[in-house]
């Protein structure tokens, strides 16, 4: 079964921190790279945060050094832990591979939703 399964959303102050979940089908998680991707109402969706097969991470410059992705080959899962969070970090979360173009990805999951206030 294709799946993607995000959670660990939730509504937090600035400089708190939370950890996001996701629970990958084998069809998405092996030997792939995966990302983490948010979305607002005024942004489309993007990837933040990405990791390979073999744990090498990358992360956009808005959140280098506040972010740590992790994965988990043998459960097929991927975290996010983010620390000292931002108003801007609002947005709904999602898991997926890493693609150059998110039109590519068909299949997504219900996404989390972070609120960070000030």
């Known amino acids: 079964q294709v799946q993607l399964v995000e959670s660990g959303g939730g509504a937090v102050q600035a400089g708190g921190s939370l950890r996001l979940s996701c629970a990958a089908s084998?069809?998405?998680?092996?030997?792939?790279?995966m990302a983490w991707y948010r979305q607002t109402p005024m942004k489309q969706r993007e990837p933040v945060a990405f990791i390979s097969s073999g744990g090498a991470a990358n992360y956009v410059d808005s959140v280098r050094g506040r972010f740590i992705i992790s994965r988990d080959n043998a459960e097929n899962t991927v975290s996010l832990q983010m620390n000292n969070l931002r108003p801007e970090d609002t947005a709904i979360y999602y898991c997926?591979?890493?693609?150059?173009?998110?039109?590519?990805?068909?299949?997504w999951g219900q996404g989390t939703l972070v609120t960070v206030s000030s």
């Open positions: 084998p069809y998405f998680f092996n030997s792939k790279t």
């Open positions: 997926n591979v890493l693609s150059r173009s998110v039109s590519d990805l068909k299949v």
